[in-house]
């Protein structure tokens, strides 16, 4: 037990969960070796790194940026002045120019395999722990392989060919396994894991791994199975959605309940990440509101006025669809004093516009010091994001709105697209009308026929900035093609990151992914 509680010490340096999974609500700064980890708030205490690992996901500079900077739905545009160019990094992500030495690249592999270490040390403390029902144990190990596995769905996601470490205590230095084996690795995990897990849908099983959340990532596996291993699995997609409705799952009735600040009750969301205002909390709002817009609001937050929505995207939604409303901020910001529009300190009106346009004389050149299409955009221009509803009376602290990983009307569009790829789209069409009714608030704009565009397309409008646009992309075919900012077609290569030249400084046994220079 020694060797347990010092790692348990270890941990509890790292902050606790709170909030959704009633974690850390009690700081065990004495352990006493015997008993510790004998009781369901210690062993949240132990675990609770592991979960708060997925907090790393949503930076504008990890994972939840890089799906969508990348993709033809987000951008943080340089605004006049040279807020937001950061050395060419969102111009990078948007005209697909990263390399090996981008920060964005580095960043996002520091934060998944940092989240994939945390797992791993828990796991170790988990693993070692006498003072566990077998029952109980096998589950709480089972969660954290969950958990594991869920980060290597992101490596190999983003970075294809990875190092497979699931050894805490192994301080040697891993090679890269290929893409096709850390694939299977993850499903066999699920797999075997999915038995243990708890089935139930409900508060005490909410920001858990659950069997839902394995089943729903067993889902996207096999989704992606074509891209990623060269095999299709449509038929193992269906399979796993058929069983993720049988659980306790329901779409809400409100689609915005699933992004209210407390959404802890939405029982759509199958997997998500806790926040918490006092913990590390949602900061959506921070990236992309301008600095006033907090003002006509109702709340106070140093914003940055960054991140907002690619205009063809915006415009791609019809203006009947209530979820454009919902994710979009667009026109005047009043001041409630006043009754005026606020003024930038351009002294121009702060009106968020949905067009993006270049302020002639700004643009900016490439690494190379060739002129590109990229140039600086006036502080009020494009729809920011405001589908996690911001809290008014909010002072100076981050949102407390839990974020979705993974939530039903994906598992819905995902069984929807494996049925019309099979060629069974009369199968797929209630469940994407029952999604499009939902938006829609009626039966008028259901689908009669269902395309595989169709399915597309609903896929982009219902999971808009939820971690899905680059994958679906390039599923889809549409990730290389010319778009906003990028009039030309992207190199193949491109559909993978290149592992980062920090990674390879500190691990050489790494090599680089096909397309891009060799360290």
């Not at 691990?507 to 060799?518: D, I, R």
Request: negative net charge.
């Amino acid at each position: 037990m020694n060797r347990t509680i010092k790692y348990i010490t270890c941990l509890l340096g790292l902050a606790l969960m709170t909030a959704c999974t009633d974690l850390g609500e009690e700081v065990y700064d004495k352990l006493p070796k015997d008993t510790f980890g004998n009781t369901p708030e210690q062993l949240n205490a132990i675990i609770g790194p592991a979960y708060k690992s997925l907090k790393r996901l949503q930076p504008y500079d990890s994972a939840w940026g890089m799906s969508g900077m990348t993709s033809d739905a987000m951008i943080a545009p340089t605004r006049l002045g040279g807020d937001w160019w950061d050395g060419g990094m969102y111009m990078e992500q948007t005209m697909h120019t990263w390399d090996a030495r981008s920060y964005s690249v580095q960043t996002l592999w520091d934060n998944c395999t940092a989240g994939l270490t945390a797992v791993n040390a828990v796991y170790s403390i988990v693993e070692t722990n006498d003072l566990l029902s077998p029952e109980l144990k096998a589950r709480y190990l089972g969660e954290l392989r969950g958990l594991r596995a869920f980060w290597y769905y992101q490596l190999i996601d983003y970075f294809g060919n990875v190092p497979l470490v699931t050894d805490f205590k192994d301080t040697s230095l891993p090679s890269i396994t290929p893409r096709e084996q850390v694939y299977q690795f993850i499903v066999d995990e699920l797999n075997e894991i999915i038995p243990v897990l708890r089935d139930d849908v409900s508060d005490e099983s909410y920001g858990k791994f659950t069997q839902g959340a394995a089943r729903t990532l067993l889902a996207k596996m096999y989704l992606n199975a074509e891209e990623w291993t060269g095999t299709p699995n449509w038929s193992g997609v269906i399979e796993q959605c058929e069983e993720i409705k049988k659980l306790g799952y329901s779409l809400t009735a409100d689609w915005t309940a699933n992004f209210t600040v407390h959404n802890e009750s939405s029982r759509e969301i199958i997997l998500p990440i806790c926040f918490s205002a006092t913990d590390g909390g949602n900061s959506i709002h921070l990236y992309t509101l301008h600095y006033l817009d907090p003002i006509a609001l109702g709340f106070k937050a140093a914003t940055w006025n960054g991140i907002c929505g690619v205009p063809d995207f915006v415009k791609a939604f019809d203006d009947a669809d209530s979820r454009k409303e919902a994710t979009f901020l667009i026109g005047p910001m009043i001041d409630p004093s006043t009754g005026e529009v606020l003024m930038t300190t351009a002294n121009r009106p702060l009106n968020h516009t949905v067009d993006l346009n270049i302020v002639p004389g700004t643009e900016k050149r490439d690494a190379a010091g060739n002129l590109t299409g990229w140039g600086e955009v006036n502080q009020e221009d494009g729809a920011r994001i405001k589908k996690w509803q911001f809290e008014r009376g909010m002072a100076n602290t981050d949102m407390e709105n839990d974020v979705a990983i993974f939530r039903l009307a994906d598992v819905y569009l995902m069984e929807a697209e494996a049925l019309v790829r099979l060629g069974r789209a009369g199968e797929a069409l209630p469940l994407v009308n029952e999604i499009r009714q939902r938006a829609f608030g009626n039966t008028q704009h259901n689908y009669n026929v269902l395309t595989l565009e169709d399915v597309y397309r609903e896929r982009r409008f219902e999971l808009a900035y939820e971690f899905t646009e680059r994958q679906d992309m390039i599923r889809f075919g549409t990730f290389l093609q010319p778009k906003f900012m990028k009039p030309y077609v992207t190199e193949s290569y491109r559909k993978l990151l290149p592992i980062p030249f920090t990674a390879w400084q500190k691990n050489n046994k790494l090599t680089q992914n096909p397309g891009y220079p060799g360290f």
